[in-house]
Protein backbone atom coordinates (compact mmCIF):
# COMPACT_ATOMS: atom_id res chain seq x y z
CA UNK A 1 0.00 0.00 0.00
CA UNK A 2 2.64 2.45 0.97
CA UNK A 3 3.86 2.06 -2.82
CA UNK A 4 0.52 3.36 -4.69
CA UNK A 5 0.56 5.99 -1.99
CA UNK A 6 3.93 6.75 -3.06
CA UNK A 7 3.05 6.85 -6.88
CA UNK A 8 0.24 9.16 -5.98
CA UNK A 9 1.82 11.56 -3.98
CA UNK A 10 5.05 11.30 -6.83
CA UNK A 11 2.26 12.00 -9.36
CA UNK A 12 0.84 14.93 -7.98
CA UNK A 13 4.68 16.58 -7.34
CA UNK A 14 4.93 15.94 -11.12
CA UNK A 15 2.14 17.48 -12.63
CA UNK A 16 2.55 20.31 -10.25
CA UNK A 17 6.23 20.59 -11.23
CA UNK A 18 5.02 20.56 -15.12
CA UNK A 19 2.63 22.88 -14.76
CA UNK A 20 4.75 26.22 -13.24
CA UNK A 21 6.56 26.73 -16.19
CA UNK A 22 3.63 26.74 -18.17
CA UNK A 23 1.83 29.20 -16.22
CA UNK A 24 4.95 31.50 -16.12
CA UNK A 25 5.26 31.45 -19.86
CA UNK A 26 8.45 29.56 -19.74
CA UNK A 27 7.37 27.20 -22.13
CA UNK A 28 8.43 27.84 -25.63
CA UNK A 29 6.11 26.35 -28.81
CA UNK A 30 7.45 22.67 -29.17
CA UNK A 31 6.56 18.97 -29.86
CA UNK A 32 7.23 17.53 -26.64
CA UNK A 33 6.14 19.70 -23.51
CA UNK A 34 2.78 21.93 -23.16
CA UNK A 35 -0.54 22.39 -24.69
CA UNK A 36 0.53 20.79 -27.97
CA UNK A 37 -2.60 21.05 -30.84
CA UNK A 38 -1.94 22.83 -34.03
CA UNK A 39 -4.06 25.66 -33.20
CA UNK A 40 -1.22 26.32 -29.96
CA UNK A 41 1.97 25.34 -32.15
CA UNK A 42 0.93 27.22 -34.79
CA UNK A 43 0.41 30.67 -33.51
CA UNK A 44 2.94 31.88 -30.25
CA UNK A 45 -0.39 34.07 -29.10
CA UNK A 46 -2.27 31.30 -28.59
CA UNK A 47 0.23 28.92 -27.18
CA UNK A 48 0.95 31.03 -24.49
CA UNK A 49 -2.42 31.67 -22.72
CA UNK A 50 -3.46 27.98 -24.20
CA UNK A 51 -0.45 26.85 -21.94
CA UNK A 52 -0.85 29.38 -18.97
CA UNK A 53 -4.81 28.28 -19.03
CA UNK A 54 -4.06 24.85 -19.34
CA UNK A 55 -0.93 24.55 -16.54
CA UNK A 56 -3.37 26.57 -13.46
CA UNK A 57 -5.47 23.57 -13.81
CA UNK A 58 -3.26 21.16 -14.21
CA UNK A 59 -1.61 22.27 -10.68
CA UNK A 60 -4.91 22.44 -9.00
CA UNK A 61 -5.41 18.44 -10.57
CA UNK A 62 -2.17 18.06 -8.98
CA UNK A 63 -2.60 19.41 -5.85
CA UNK A 64 -5.67 17.74 -5.21
CA UNK A 65 -4.26 14.69 -5.77
CA UNK A 66 -1.64 15.19 -3.14
CA UNK A 67 -4.37 16.65 -1.16
CA UNK A 68 -6.47 13.48 -1.74
CA UNK A 69 -3.73 10.94 -0.95
CA UNK A 70 -2.88 12.81 2.28
CA UNK A 71 -6.72 12.78 3.06
CA UNK A 72 -6.78 8.45 2.43
CA UNK A 73 -4.71 8.26 6.05
CA UNK A 74 -7.83 9.04 7.87
CA UNK A 75 -9.53 6.19 5.87
CA UNK A 76 -9.87 3.04 7.30
CA UNK A 77 -7.26 0.69 5.18
CA UNK A 78 -9.89 -1.70 3.67
CA UNK A 79 -11.08 1.27 1.83
CA UNK A 80 -7.48 2.44 0.40
CA UNK A 81 -7.79 -0.19 -2.84
CA UNK A 82 -10.99 1.33 -3.41
CA UNK A 83 -9.85 4.94 -2.33
CA UNK A 84 -6.83 5.07 -4.96
CA UNK A 85 -9.22 3.55 -7.93
CA UNK A 86 -11.03 6.86 -7.33
CA UNK A 87 -7.84 8.92 -7.36
CA UNK A 88 -6.65 7.38 -10.43
CA UNK A 89 -9.99 7.92 -12.01
CA UNK A 90 -10.13 11.35 -11.09
CA UNK A 91 -6.85 12.13 -12.81
CA UNK A 92 -8.01 10.61 -15.98
CA UNK A 93 -11.03 12.58 -15.73
CA UNK A 94 -9.23 15.75 -14.71
CA UNK A 95 -6.91 15.40 -17.29
CA UNK A 96 -9.21 14.86 -20.08
CA UNK A 97 -11.60 17.69 -19.37
CA UNK A 98 -8.54 20.17 -18.87
CA UNK A 99 -7.90 18.87 -23.17
CA UNK A 100 -11.10 19.31 -23.98
CA UNK A 101 -11.57 22.56 -22.51
CA UNK A 102 -8.39 23.52 -23.24
CA UNK A 103 -9.37 22.84 -27.14
CA UNK A 104 -12.41 25.30 -26.69
CA UNK A 105 -10.09 27.50 -24.54
CA UNK A 106 -7.86 27.85 -27.35
CA UNK A 107 -10.44 27.55 -30.61
CA UNK A 108 -11.80 30.79 -28.35
CA UNK A 109 -8.22 32.77 -28.67
CA UNK A 110 -8.24 32.21 -32.30
CA UNK A 111 -11.62 33.34 -32.92
CA UNK A 112 -10.59 36.06 -30.80
CA UNK A 113 -7.54 37.01 -33.01
CA UNK A 114 -9.50 36.77 -36.39
CA UNK A 115 -11.91 39.11 -35.10
CA UNK A 116 -9.00 41.64 -34.46
CA UNK A 117 -7.74 41.36 -37.63
Known sequence: MLAIVIVCILTGLLLTGLSI?????????NQWYGFRIQLTLDNPGIWYPANAWAGRRLFVVGVGIIAATLLGFLIPE????????????????????????????????????????
Open 21 to 29: PLVRGKVKP
Open 78 to 117: AWLPAYFLIIALLLVVSVLLITVLGVRYARSLADADEGKT
